[in-house]
């Protein structure tokens, strides 16, 4: 077969895949009647009002010398590890507001960070395709610097998100710029299972974010350069799962919702959007009509505890806090008092829900915290 | 419902969120803010800058005594400033507030100056000191900034709940630390301000006290208020400032001991004009104050809560030397990024009297934090840069260092120990270094470039006996005898860092100071310093000054980016061996070369698979040709020879056979990597066999028609069996041209700095300098740098983009993203074009590689450079036209290459393209990547460009060009 006739057939295959999909959509559309906000207002829901103290900021933590680039917290003692521009991993005490340890990365670029379940070790990944981690116990040398207790190395492009399988210390799930996603064994350093890459149905272009589910940690989910999120399972590595079709742009930031039959996803087409993993469904496009043509990008989101509130941290600073059910915004983090003076890079919730982390541009960390009569949502 | 459970008791209390007012209703009125009428405000006049002194007086605010505390009567007096701390009156100061803390009054008073003056830029600046005037510096430099934020009509916001705020543009805010929650009622907890230019928003102020940190201490004081005097003053000030009113309460507590007063820390919220409006219209102030035993006017209560005494234990911030209890403390110094300070004083440098407490830590707070936090404030209280020796405070034979002599002094091989603030002689020939005016107290590294030449009289000597220009003491003079050191006639000595001394004018060298066992005894008797164990040789310190440690604040300072970037193929790669082969003394640590070699020999096995793919189809074309011929023989009888056995050329022996087809298998499988480093001792034997095998060599002269075989295999490939052993030890040009051995990922980079020129030559200023410069290449792969690439912004911190470009691919094609074949030198312009564009780049320097020159120059030859597209109007002269190009370009020579031409063509067709995309000019050099002299040469043409960069500001335009000739012939 000559490559003329070779390509012929892949643009009639490519023509089919396309008119498939359109269908596809078509018939999606036609099946969902509604979506979240619009059965919410029929029930009569009114979305969640924020007082001026609802909300507060409670702690600040100084320290980074960079641009905080990511953060995660401890499921337990309230711990935090965030991950800046100047190289480095600080580990904060939340109650306290200080540093127990900084960890000076070999690689500078890092984009990532993750706490381990047990709170035992933190992982970090960026632009040297590794996914390094540290034992906090392991004894510092004479400079306080952590040695790196595993490399895990494999990828094949950047490391853009990882996530520690929930309850166990010893798996991760990386995504990256290869296009693919990893689960790794960290005793072994070795790879569990790729998920995508070149001879199988994955993702066509940079992974950049990976979220696993809460109640079936076999379940994960990834947001990609195609502009499509993946949910996966663990056990089948060769294909996903199903394929969440719908953005715009790059999918930036996949969450999964507190009770893991849905995800959110932000994206550089300045939505976010509720899927629902089972139906394959769009649920709801979260999306702030702005003036001008600038679309600010979704840089990152998490929801709260019971799903009611996600907080969205966007390219021009803002950090919204829509009301999930009716899909408004309720309260804007970036115009809050005591608010970041640059914008909010990354999000992360407590995770008992009370506490709201968030870093920035401006080198700070802040927590924020459900004051007032407000309960925890 | 405390949403942030704490693990620790200790901290529930002291942690707990806002929380909802859960108290009797409060009996007294809330303050809120009173409109400002625009039309009253005065415009603002530039105010003469009033000349401080002692005696200025200023109009203040007189405290006059209210029977009620609810009353709603406020007076306007004016009062003179009594004390002895002046305030700098600036014009945009609106309102500042001083604390004196004057410990020779018997009461402390609370001073309130309200200087109102009437810019819309309202900038309020609360002063905390102490009788000394430092305060009020710091505070001037504080509302300057914060007077441009509220220009720009930011909000600014008055904290309630207010551990965390910590960020010195809310400074204001946050040292009016505490507002009570449960006394405002919980309406009005949020206070936010909004200073805008047209003041259209009314702004009240209200001077709230301080609360106390328990609810019910606050009560308790509440109940005390009947019986409390109250003083409630509201004060317009000289400028008038109609609706401004700021108020000052002294509280004077009369019930409990006799001479009890009350401090308190002036607090002004300003309150949005809506949030206020559950308030009542009244102006009333609440307050709790602590109170405080009289101890003969010392101050002993915690700065912040205004409890304990002078015997409750106290941590001291180590700028303003404020001090706070044990439950305050973490709230008052937040997070801590720079050692026990206040949030306010974050950035600011330390009281110098604290510097030998520094990394000190209290048994408080071991108590409060536990060891890992500990450890981690006192190593960035210690090390972090604010905290460091301002280098002006340094004197060195009578000038004050700079920052780069400070750097020299502290990081030299043999430092002055715990070195403070003052004046001190440095014998730079001998490395003795004393305080001025005294003897010498230690020897520390000689030859530093730091402060001036020495005086004579910099120890004040007397003895008129000198060692290297200066002037001797008794103490020395004694020593100098006791050793033996012939001293009469009062001579002047020159005395070397190794001890020779010799006398002034004389050649010989007389002897050694410090050779005798005695010398050392004697100067130990007379407290004389003596040469340290380690202190090295000139030599040696040179070598030293890549390996020795330099604190991170220094590091980040020091540290220049250069970012790598080019086109697949373009050489970044062997750029980026050749910098960490040209500069680092071990450039591949044993590790890296074990991978190397694994790489190479992996490398190596896969070109072999490659040749003997190539084999089996040059096998089967032939076999075909042969069946052909074979065919053609049976109709044609005088054919060729004899070849039943179907044997060609390319045929193998079976036992190679397999092997080839076993190694293709695995190639094809993907599994190479895996299997042969551990494998290449059992083939070894084989590859050579193969490698030696007619049929692999027949191949191997055919290589060029295979289009996978990369052209540097033909390097390893003649040295295949070399190679392939397992004791080879790969050779830095094996390295240099090894593919894939930078990094398989992507990203790689490399410390370095940049060799003295001239070893031998005098150190100057310039070179030291330069010395302590690192640089750090870093090379990033083109693939992924796609049009979404997010984290080319986390190199917005480099200080020069060097984007290589591969002369030699003008021909070359390759199938770009959209899968069109394209060709490299466009795809390469693309990838530039992008690089420039992006907006981390913006205003970044540029420098063009222009690599593999070397292989371009044949190829030129060969291949006409039109054969790209974009250098269509490529027309050489040759010939006739000698002397025009000769004049345009001084570094060609009279004859200048079809090569030279056709590469400064194509760098100003590079220079074209970067112009039109920025108006700037594009920096140009030529390196054929495998010379390491042409690397050194662009990385030094780097090195001179950023230097450049930072001194063009000091050069004006006319003295542009001579520089700039002087950078390009120093190429």
């Not at chain 1, 619009?38 to 980074?64: M, N």
């Not at chain 1, 890092?110 to 632009?127: D, E, K, N």
């Not at chain 1, 309850?167 to 689960?183: K, N, V």
């Not at chain 2, 309102?95 to 900038?123: H, M, Q, W, Y």
Request: proline share 4%; charged share 20%; hydrophobic share 35%.
């Amino acid at each position: 077969m000559s490559v003329a006739e070779l390509k012929e057939r892949h643009v009639a295959a490519m023509e089919t895949v396309n008119s498939l999909r359109e269908r596809l959509k078509q018939k999606r559309l036609s099946l969902l009647d509604t979506d979240v906000a619009g059965y919410a207002r029929l029930q009569g829901r009114t979305p969640v009002s924020f007082g001026p103290t609802d909300l507060v900021c409670c702690r600040t933590l100084q320290g980074h010398t960079g641009k905080v680039y990511s953060l995660d917290w401890t499921p337990e003692k309230n711990r935090i590890v965030s991950a800046s521009q100047d190289g480095r991993l600080i580990v904060w005490n939340a109650l306290t507001s200080q540093k127990t340890h900084t960890i000076k990365l070999p690689c500078a670029w890092v984009m990532t960070c993750a706490f381990s379940p047990t709170g035992q070790s933190v992982a970090c990944g960026g632009l040297d395709s590794v996914c390094s981690i540290f034992n906090l116990n392991s004894p510092m040398d004479k400079d306080v610097d952590l040695p790196v207790s595993r490399m895990l190395s494999g990828h094949k492009g950047y490391v853009s998100s990882c996530q520690y399988v929930p309850d166990e210390d010893t798996h991760l799930i990386t995504s990256s710029g290869d296009h693919t996603c990893i689960l790794w064994d960290i005793t072994t350093g070795l790879r569990t299972s790729v998920f995508g890459g070149e001879f199988q149905s994955g993702h066509t272009a940079d992974v950049l974010s990976v979220s696993i589910n809460g109640s079936n940690s076999r379940m994960f989910v990834s947001g990609s350069c195609d502009a499509t999120a993946r949910l996966w399972d663990t056990r089948v590595a060769s294909r996903a799962v199903r394929t969440f079709h719908g953005h715009e742009g790059d999918v930036n930031t996949v969450r999964f919702f507190p009770d893991g039959n849905r995800f959110g996803t932000g994206s550089d087409d300045g939505t976010c959007r509720l899927f629902d993993i089972r139906t394959g469904h769009q649920l709801q496009v979260y999306y702030q009509q702005h003036g001008d043509n600038d679309v600010p990008h979704v840089t990152s989101i998490v929801f709260s505890i019971s799903g009611r509130l996600l907080f969205a941290g966007y390219s021009n600073g803002d950090c919204y806090v829509w009301d999930t059910l009716l899909a408004k915004v309720v309260l804007n983090l970036g115009s809050l008092q005591n608010s970041h003076e640059a914008r909010i890079s990354c999000l992360g919730l407590s995770a008992d829900g009370s506490a709201l982390c968030t870093g920035s541009s401006d080198t700070n960390l802040k927590i924020w915290a459900f004051g007032g009569h407000r309960r925890v949502i | 419902m405390p949403p942030f459970e704490t693990s620790d008791a200790d901290y529930v209390a002291e942690f707990s969120f806002a929380v909802e007012y859960s108290g009797p209703p409060v009996t007294y009125n809330l303050p809120c803010a009173v409109p400002i009428k625009v039309e009253r405000i005065p415009v603002a006049a530039a105010a003469a800058q009033v000349s401080l002194s002692d005696k200025l007086s200023l109009p203040v605010v007189q405290p006059l005594l209210a029977p009620d505390p609810r009353s709603k009567k406020f007076s306007k007096e004016l009062k003179t400033l009594g004390s002895d701390s002046s305030t700098l009156v600036s014009p945009t100061t609106v309102i500042a507030f001083d604390r004196n803390n004057e410990s020779g009054r018997d009461c402390k008073e609370l001073e309130l100056v309200s200087e109102a003056t009437v810019s819309p830029t309202s900038v309020i600046a609360f002063e905390e000191g102490n009788t000394s005037n430092r305060g009020y510096f710091r505070s001037g430099e504080l509302s300057s900034s914060r007077a441009l934020e509220f220009s720009n009509g930011h909000y600014a916001s008055g904290e309630l709940c207010d551990i965390a705020n910590s960020s010195r543009e809310f400074g204001f805010s946050s040292i009016s630390h505490e507002h009570s929650p449960e006394l405002l009622g919980g309406a009005g907890i949020s206070s936010t301000i909004e200073f805008s230019d047209s003041f259209d928003k009314s702004l009240g102020s209200s001077l709230a006290s301080r609360v106390s940190c328990s609810q019910k201490e606050s009560l308790d004081t509440n109940n005390d208020l009947s019986q409390a005097d109250w003083v409630s003053t509201e004060s317009v000030s000289s400028f008038d400032y109609p609706s401004s009113q700021v108020s000052s309460m002294k509280i004077v507590d009369g019930n409990n001991e006799s001479k009890c007063d009350l401090i308190r820390t002036p607090v002004v919220t300003f309150r949005d004009f809506e949030s206020v409006d559950a308030f009542d219209e009244e102006y009333t102030q609440d307050a709790s104050e602590k109170r405080m035993p009289q101890v003969k006017g010392k101050k002993g209560s915690c700065y912040r809560c205004f409890m304990g005494n002078r015997f409750t234990e106290k941590e001291v911030c180590i700028v303003c030397d404020a001090k706070y209890c044990s439950n305050c403390v973490l709230r008052a110094m937040g997070s801590m990024p720079e050692g026990r300070k206040c949030v306010t004083c974050i950035g600011f440098p330390i009281d110098e009297s604290k510097r030998g407490s520094l990394g000190k830590c209290s048994r408080m707070l071991k108590r409060l934090l536990n060891d890992l936090e500990v450890r981690q404030i006192m190593r960035t209280e210690k090390l972090c840069e604010a905290n460091q020796l301002p280098p002006e405070y340094i004197c060195v034979n009578a000038q004050p260092l700079s920052h780069e002599e400070l750097i020299i002094l502290q990081t030299c091989s043999n430092p002055p120990e715990k070195l403070k603030p003052g004046k001190y002689w440095y014998d730079k020939v001998s490395g003795l270094w004393g305080k001025e005016g005294q003897k010498p107290s230690k020897i520390i590294s000689p030859h530093l470039n730091v402060g001036g030449p020495i005086k004579p009289d910099a120890s004040n000597g007397n003895t008129q006996v000198f060692i290297n220009g200066r002037e001797i003491t008794k103490v020395e003079l004694r020593m100098l005898q006791l050793s033996g050191v012939q001293c009469a006639g009062n001579p002047h000595f020159w005395v070397h860092d190794d001890g020779s001394y010799q006398e002034e004018g004389q050649k010989n060298t007389r002897g050694y100071l410090w050779g005798k066992a005695g010398t050392k005894l004697v100067c130990a008797l007379l407290s004389l310093p003596v040469p340290s164990k380690f202190s090295n040789s000139c030599g040696e310190q040179g070598s030293n000054i890549v390996n020795r440690t330099v604190p991170d604040y220094l590091q980040q300072r020091i540290l220049q980016k250069l970012l790598l970037i080019g086109y697949n193929g373009s050489g970044t790669s062997t750029i980026f061996k050749q910098a960490k082969i040209l500069y680092n003394e071990v450039p591949f640590s044993a590790e890296e070369r074990e991978n190397i070699k694994l790489k190479i020999q992996s490398n190596v096995y896969g070109y072999l698979g490659i040749l003997l793919e190539g084999r089996e189809i040059f096998e089967e074309e032939e076999l075909i040709e042969l069946k052909k011929k074979h065919s053609s023989r049976i109709i044609d009888p005088s054919g060729n020879t004899g070849n039943n056995d179907d044997k060609t050329i390319y045929s193998v022996g079976p036992r190679l056979k397999a092997f080839s087809d076993w190694l293709l298998k695995t190639m094809v499988s993907g599994n190479l990597e895996t299997i042969f480093p551990a494998g290449t001792r059992e083939y070894a034997p084989l590859v050579e066999e193969l490698w030696n095998d007619p049929a692999i060599q027949a191949t191997y002269n055919r290589r060029s028609e295979l289009e996978m075989l990369p052209t540097v295999a033909s390097y390893f490939l003649e040295r295949a069996i070399t190679v392939l052993r397992t004791d080879y030890e790969p050779s830095n040009l094996d390295i240099l041209n090894a593919e894939g051995v930078t990094s398989l990922n992507g990203l790689a980079c490399v410390d370095f700095s940049f060799p003295q020129s001239a070893p031998d030559a005098d150190i100057d200023a310039a070179d030291q300098h330069d010395s302590l410069l690192r640089y750090q290449l870093i090379r990033l792969h083109a693939r992924g740098m796609g049009e979404n690439c997010k984290w080319l912004e986390m190199f917005e911190d480099v200080g020069m983009v060097i984007f290589c470009v591969a002369l030699s691919d003008y021909d070359q094609f390759s199938v770009d993203g959209n899968g069109s074949i394209t060709n490299k030198m466009v795809q390469s312009r693309q990838l530039f074009e992008f690089i420039v564009n992006h907006s981390t780049f913006d205003q970044m320097d540029f420098l063009l590689i222009l690599n593999k020159f070397d292989l371009f120059e044949e190829k030129v030859e060969l291949v006409p450079l039109t054969q790209c597209d974009w250098f269509h109007d490529f027309h050489p002269v040759l010939g006739r036209h000698h002397s025009n190009s000769n004049s345009n370009s001084n570094s060609i020579n009279n004859s200048p290459s079809l090569g030279h031409l056709a590469s400064h063509y194509i760098a100003v067709k590079f220079k074209r393209l970067y112009s039109s995309l920025t108006g700037r000019k594009l920096y140009v050099s030529l390196v054929k990547g495998l010379e390491p002299d042409t690397v050194d040469a662009a990385l030094k043409y780097a090195r001179e460009i950023l230097k450049w960069d930072e001194e063009r500001a000091n050069f004006s335009l006319s003295e542009y060009s001579i520089y700039s000739t002087e950078v390009s012939s120093s190429q």
